[in-house]
């Protein structure tokens, strides 16, 4: 492996950048969510709509030629606050070790720093790993109703 191919290879070498043009995210990234309950092209439409939404957070994780490597979306609860993080996602290449999700979370203090909501909440379908990352069980329990009985 090439030093210049280690240095792309390197998560903490890319940027969160506020993404206002949505379409610019991979597909494959956005299918690469687990649990997703919405399509790529509507995950792009829902985001153009919110465009100028100041609640609505869009991130892109950038290398220094401006490729879009991840993102993260999250929205402020416009009553208390409080910050979701709806989705996070990065490139197969940044998976194992922990390293995307430390990454991820050293951006959130970066992002709360400024915000300062009350809480911040992460849905995901991986408890596990997020335990093993020093995030807590919520005190919150989202619970999920089958309406198609």
């Known amino acids: 492996m090439s030093t210049e191919t280690e240095k792309m290879a390197n998560i903490d070498d890319l940027e969160f950048v506020r993404l206002f043009l949505p379409r610019l995210i991979p597909v494959e990234l956005i299918e690469n969510v687990k649990g997703r309950t919405f399509t790529p092209e509507q995950f792009y439409d829902y985001q153009e709509d919110q465009r100028n939404n100041p609640q609505n957070y869009l991130y892109a994780l950038v290398d220094n030629q ?4 991840g993102y993260l979306w999250a929205e ?18 940044y998976w194992g070790k922990g390293a995307a999700i430390e990454r991820v979370t050293n951006f959130l203090h970066q992002l709360t720093d400024r915000l300062n909501p009350p809480k911040v909440f992460w849905v995901t379908t991986n408890e596990k790993f997020f335990l093993k990352h020093g995030f807590k069980r919520s005190k919150n329990i989202l ?4 309406v198609n009985k």
Not at 66 to 69: D, G, L, V, Y
Not at 77 to 82: C, I, R
Not at 143 to 146: G, I, L, R, V
């Open 143 to 146: 619970m999920e109703y089958n």
């Open 66 to 69: 401006k490729k879009i490597h």
């Open 76 to 93: 402020s609860n416009s009553l208390d606050g409080s910050l979701f993080v709806n989705t996070f996602s990065v490139s197969k290449k």
